[in-house]
Each structure stands twice: as structure tokens, then as C-alpha cells.
């Protein structure tokens, strides 16, 4: 790709559609870079969730759109919390949510001699110093935000003497939390992360992709700017609450010789409601066993989302949507619905399956007789074509779709009524059989055979239109169906001596393990998607399913809550 394929966000026609995107056009226009260049920085601590899509639909779609690069960094400065799991896990979902870093896959790891020789750098230019206080005393001589820090008597050691501690802490001679390294700046700064923060500490421990060439690693706020500087990364893209480290940052990337100055620039995190967003919280709901690991279809991860049959086109398209603002704010979850929604109206098949099955026996119908009815795949699009349905003597159709005693607003099946059954005929209900406890096991209709297709040839209207199944076609399947994983739009609001799992949703996951669905469905491989009329969208795991015996999650339902409440805000 040349650099001025697609460089359009800066041309004079097209005004920005954000302050990001403002800026780069002017840093672009006004000459100060050639070629853009962000990144995408993620430590591998956890699995990517729908709070790193809008940075990853940001990072990439800026570069994309001006002819640019992103790369992708893994800020693996921890090895205590990282791991290749989360790495692996990491590289298949940007690739997924359809980006590319090309041959720019990088990690703050590769640049640990460089950062160790700008650590050394800093302590020849009296700007760095070993302290030998313990975290706790450390803590204590931090100040707070309306007293000013006290200096560690370590402070004044001499050049020479922080030369040989470092170089010894490298060298493996001093146990974990006997020293760091500290950056030398202004104990009585305002900004706390400028009251000399460590940049080093000892951690005798492998690292994933280092081994153990290292017993000290670089602290993230040492690594980040300078691993931002060393790729001459021309915008580094991150969330607000960086803005009180930037001053921090910018004092690494000043005071060393970087070959690069990377310009830094905030933006408000996505929040959504009824969504936790945080991996250390997200890890916790796994290794506690709330959900069935990190791809649990109930959580807000990319690889959670994409088992419960997500698609990359809605995510990106629900990223774009929300924009890139200053202010905090959260977005409503059903906001992700409706981009999810839109997609899969558009491009879903429709299905038939019966959640909650009631026989229903068409007593006019011959015993032997069966026949294929047409059924169209997609009213929305044409060119999905139709296929054909068995239908039988003897049906399922939703226990839900019939009352003995209809109430008013009740306009499905009941005695005496008719209705359509869908791309079939018209059914009137002619007896209702019950068990000996009362409860309704069958029922009795008799069909129109004028009406075949669903159409009735003397104009003759019906109120309802239900979905059904042949119950000799038929096959069960297990089917999945999710609420909120938490029952308070804001988990973490919760009485003080509790934590966010209080509101943990315990009716979250309802298992229906003897669903009926229409016979084309048993072939249905994992991924596969279609609208199940009147019920929702419906996607096979990817864990439960076995050749021929497909297991559904419902991704999401058909009532449009988001229109709903647009409409209602008009
Ligand atoms: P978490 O709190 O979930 O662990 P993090 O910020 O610690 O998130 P990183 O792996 O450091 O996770 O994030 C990689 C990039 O993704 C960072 O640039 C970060 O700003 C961005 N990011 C993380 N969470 C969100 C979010 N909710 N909205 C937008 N960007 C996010
Ligand atoms: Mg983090």
C-alpha cells in the first residue's frame, strides 16, 4: 500500500469525525510526520474484551484510513500475570475482528537491553538512583495528594555506587524487593507519578518469551513510552486515565537519547452497562468458575463474543457508531445489540425450532401423508432463496403460543381459533387434552387444506402467525439461552462490604436440552448462524457441538430495545 492510498479523514471535503482524527490530519497536513504510525499495546495478562475493540477499531482504522501502519505490541513487562496463552489468544482476535499488523509484531521484551542501557543511561546522568527501602517504606515517603513526599536517604548515593547496584541486581545477587531502580525528579511534585517512580525491580522469575535472561524487569510506565519511542510510533493512542502519567512519560522520552517522540493522546474508555471490564476482574469470574472460561458466551471478551456468534462486522460497526470522545460516559449493552442485529437481519437465514414444545395433533390430516412446503430463507434478501420444511400430521408448536382462557390481548392459539401456521396452513384448535394432574399435553386442530402456503383464498384474516415443527422430522437439540451476566446495569454498584460478583445473575444461562428444530438444522457446523423465527439469533458453539448434533447459544433476541429507546428519546 503506497502512503496516500485511502488519505481521506485530512482532504478539505471531509471533515474529521473526531478530535483524534483532527489532529492527525493536521500533523499529517501540516508535514510533521510522513507516515503515520500507531500501535496497538496490549499486556498479555488476559483475553481481549469489547473495551479493546474501540482500541483496536481506533489504532487500525486511523492508520488504515491515512495510509499508515499499526503495529502490534505486547507490553509484557509483568511475567508474574503474563502468559503465551493470553498472546495467542490475543493475535487471533484482532485478526478476527479483521486487522493486520503485517511483519509489526513486536514486544516491549525485544527492547530490554535497550531499556536496560537507557536505565544504566540515566543513572550516568544523575537521574536515576538504587533505593534499598522496602515497598512498605517506599509507600510511606510517597506523600499523599496534599503533602508532599520526603526523600529516601538513599537518594544521594553516588553515581558510581547506583552503577554497581544495578549492574549486581542484573547480575542476580540481591533477592526479590531488596532494591529498584528509581527515575530522580521531584519528590515534592503535585503529580505523584512524578515523586521518583521505580523503573526497575527484581523478580526472580521466567519470562514467556525472555526466559531467564532476566531477574530485573522494567516497570510499564519505564517501558511503555520509551517501547512507544524506540517504533517511532507518531501517535500513541490511550485511555484517560494515562493523561496523569503523560507528564511522567514525556520526562523517560526527554531524558533519553530516543531516536523518535511519540505524541500522546487521550480518550475516553468504553464503559457498557451490565459489563465488566477489567481482565484482573474478568480472570477472577474464571478461575472462581463463575463462567465456563474465557470464552464463556456470557462474557463481554472477543473470544465470548464470537462463541456467542458476535460477528467482526457488528463490532467494529458498534465501535464506529459509539466514536472516540474526551468524557467518560457508558454505553447502553443493547447499543451492541442493535449493531449485531442490524448485521443479521440483513444476512441471516431463518429457521424454524420449537424452545418449549406442545404436540399438536391436525386430526384431518391423513396419517400417512407428508408434503415439503416452500419456506423463504430471507424476507430480507432476495437472493437467499427458499427451502423446504416436512410437514406432517403431527407437530410441535411453542407451549407459549396457546392459552386455554386467552386474555384480551391474547391473539395466538386458543380453543376454537384459527391462525396461520407459517409457509403452511391454517389451524383452528378443536380440543385440548390434558394428564390426569390437570396438565395440557395435546392438542387437537383441524387444518384448511384451501389455505396451503399460509394464504387463505377467500380473504379470510387470522391474528396470529406461528413457527412450528413436524414431530416426526424433528431432532432435539440442546439450546442455550443468556441474560446479563449481572443483574445491575452497574455491576461494581454494590452495598460496601461486597464486591461486583454480588451481582453476579444466577439465571444467566438457561439450558433447554430438548429443543425441536426443523430437520436442515442438524447438519448446521459450529459457527453457523441463522434466525430462528420469532425467538432470536442463534449461533452453534464451538465447544459443545458434535458432528450431527449441533448445540445453539441464542446471540441475541429479536426485540430491539435500542430502537425502542431512540424512538421513545425523539
Ligand atoms: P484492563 O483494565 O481491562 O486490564 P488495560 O488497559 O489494563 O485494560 P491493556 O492490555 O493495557 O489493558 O490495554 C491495551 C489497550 O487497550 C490500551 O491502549 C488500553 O488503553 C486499551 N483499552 C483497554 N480497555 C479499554 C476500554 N474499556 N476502552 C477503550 N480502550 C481500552
Ligand atoms: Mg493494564
Keep these: ?17 473526531d478530535f483524534i482524527r483532527t489532529i492527525i490530519a493536521e500533523d499529517l497536513e501540516s508535514g510533521k510526520h510522513k507516515k503515520l504510525i500507531t500501535r496497538f499495546p496490549p ?9 479493546h475493540a474501540k482500541s483496536i477499531v481506533l489504532n487500525f482504522g486511523v492508520a488504515r484510513e491515512n495510509g499508515g501502519i499499526t503495529h502490534l505490541r505486547f507490553d509484557d513487562t509483568n511475567p508474574v500475570k503474563e502468559s503465551t496463552e493470553y498472546t495467542e489468544s490475543i493475535k487471533e482476535d484482532v485478526r478476527w475482528l479483521g486487522f493486520d499488523w503485517g511483519d509489526r509484531l513486536h514486544h516491549a521484551s525485544d527492547y530490554f537491553d535497550q531499556l536496560y542501557a537507557w536505565a544504566v543511561h540515566l543513572i550516568k546522568e544523575g537521574k536515576a538512583y538504587v533505593d534499598s527501602l522496602s515497598a512498605e517504606e517506599i509507600r510511606e515517603h ?14 544521594k548515593r553516588s553515581i558510581e555506587e547506583n552503577l554497581d547496584l544495578f549492574e549486581r541486581m542484573r547480575a542476580g545477587e540481591f533477592p526479590d524487593g531488596a532494591h529498584v531502580l528509581r527515575a530522580k525528579i521531584d519528590m515534592a511534585h503535585p503529580n505523584i507519578s512524578m515523586r521518583d517512580p521505580a523503573i526497575y525491580r527484581i523478580r526472580h522469575i521466567s519470562h514467556h518469551m525472555s526466559g531467564d535472561k532476566w531477574c530485573i524487569y522494567p516497570m510499564y510506565d519505564f ?12 501517535h500513541s493512542l490511550c485511555t484517560l486515565e494515562f493523561e496523569n502519567n503523560r507528564p511522567l512519560y514525556n520526562w523517560f522520552v526527554e531524558n533519553c537519547p530516543v531516536p523518535a517522540v511519540p505524541r500522546q493522546i487521550e480518550f475516553a474508555r468504553l464503559n457498557l452497562s451490565f459489563t465488566i471490564m477489567s481482565k484482573r476482574k474478568l480472570k477472577l469470574l474464571v478461575d472462581d468458575g463463575h463462567v465456563d472460561g474465557w470464552n464463556d458466551p456470557r462474557m463481554p471478551t472477543l473470544s465470548g463474543l464470537r462463541r456467542r456468534g458476535y460477528t467482526p462486522e457488528a463490532i467494529r460497526d458498534f465501535c464506529e457508531r459509539i466514536g472516540v470522545a474526551k468524557r467518560n460516559s457508558v454505553v447502553e449493552l443493547a447499543q451492541l445489540e442493535f449493531s449485531l ?11 424454524m425450532a420449537v424452545l418449549n414444545p406442545l404436540k399438536v395433533v391436525i386430526t384431518n390430516y391423513p396419517e400417512d401423508q407428508e408434503e415439503e412446503l416452500d419456506a423463504v430463507n430471507n424476507p430480507e434478501n432476495a437472493d437467499a432463496g427458499s427451502r423446504k420444511v416436512p410437514f406432517s400430521r403431527e407437530l410441535y408448536l411453542e407451549r407459549e403460543d396457546f392459552m386455554e382462557e386467552p386474555p384480551k390481548k391474547f391473539f395466538r392459539l386458543a380453543p376454537g381459533r384459527e391462525v396461520r401456521l407459517r409457509y403452511a396452513y391454517f389451524i383452528t384448535c378443536t380440543d385440548v387434552i390434558k394428564d390426569e394432574n390437570g396438565e395440557i399435553v395435546e392438542l387437537h386442530c383441524t387444518y384448511d387444506p384451501a389455505t396451503k402456503g399460509g394464504d387463505s383464498p377467500d380473504g379470510r384474516k387470522v391474528k396470529a402467525t406461528l413457527h412450528w415443527v413436524s414431530a416426526k422430522h424433528a431432532f432435539d437439540a440442546e439450546v442455550r439461552l443468556y441474560d446479563h451476566l449481572f443483574m445491575n446495569p452497574d455491576p461494581e454498584d454494590v452495598p460496601e462490604d461486597k464486591n461486583f460478583l454480588h451481582n453476579l445473575n444466577p439465571d444467566s444461562l438457561n439450558i433447554i436440552e430438548h429443543a425441536k428444530l426443523e430437520p436442515s438444522l442438524s447438519s448446521s457446523a459450529s459457527g453457523y448462524r441463522c434466525q430462528f423465527e420469532r425467538l432470536g439469533y442463534f449461533c452453534v458453539d464451538s465447544r459443545y457441538s458434535e458432528p450431527g448434533k449441533p448445540v445453539f447459544n441464542r446471540t441475541v433476541t429479536l426485540r430491539d430495545a435500542w430502537a425502542k429507546i431512540q424512538k421513545q428519546a425523539k
Excluded: F, V
Design 142 to 155: 510517597r506523600g499523599t495528594m496534599t503533602e508532599p513526599g520526603k526523600n529516601s536517604p538513599y537518594r
Design 341 to 351: 442485529r442490524d448485521q443479521l437481519n440483513r444476512e441471516a437465514d431463518r429457521r
Design 1 to 17: 500500500m503506497s502512503d496516500h492510498t485511502e488519505r481521506n479523514s485530512d482532504s478539505p471535503e471531509h471533515t474529521p469525525r
Design 43 to 51: 499486556e498479555p495478562n488476559g483475553y481481549l474484551h469489547i473495551g
Design 223 to 234: 517501558a511503555h513510552p520509551l517501547s512507544d519511542a524506540i517504533e517511532k510510533i507518531t
